[in-house]
């Protein structure tokens, strides 16, 4: 006796639509992402929308280089927010002028480069050029 073949298995279903789906979701977050990274690079901490005509950036790192600086001198186990590293006697450090936070030169004259705000508290940075009479 012959039993009978078996029958066929049912047509699987082609992948494509599934991928394809998953392509498109992906490509809309990652859309999605580089939407919000701009936005957020294009205001300042205050939410206005930077002017690209007048070139906003921070100082020249010759004009960070040139603000006051001190030694450091205390004994408590503060740091830098900026490296993380904790501040050493004898250390050049500045201190932010409107909340008085303290920072690495090295550090807060990079960061001054890139952005006029306190790393701690988005304090604005007011800078005044000294004119140098003679």
Avoid at 38 to 43: A, D, G, M, T, W
Avoid at 79 to 108: M, Q, T
Wanted: charged share 20%; proline share 10%; with cysteine.
């Amino acid at each position: 006796m012959h039993s009978p073949p078996c029958p066929p298995p049912p047509p699987s279903t082609p992948p494509f639509p599934y991928v394809a789906f998953s392509a498109l979701v992906l490509i809309s977050v990652a859309i999605s992402f580089l939407i919000i990274d701009l936005i957020e690079h294009n205001e300042d901490n205050n939410g206005r929308t930077l002017d690209r005509e007048q070139g906003y950036s921070g100082l020249s790192l010759q004009d960070a280089e040139a603000l006051p600086w001190f030694a450091y001198e205390a004994n408590a186990m503060a740091c830098c927010v900026i490296c993380l590293d904790y501040f050493r006697k004898g250390e050049r450090c500045r201190s932010f002028p409107v909340c008085k936070h303290n920072f690495h030169a090295r550090c807060i004259d990079s960061w001054l480069v890139r952005r006029l705000t306190c790393p701690t508290c988005r304090s604005p940075f007011i800078f005044q050029r000294r004119l140098d009479i003679v």
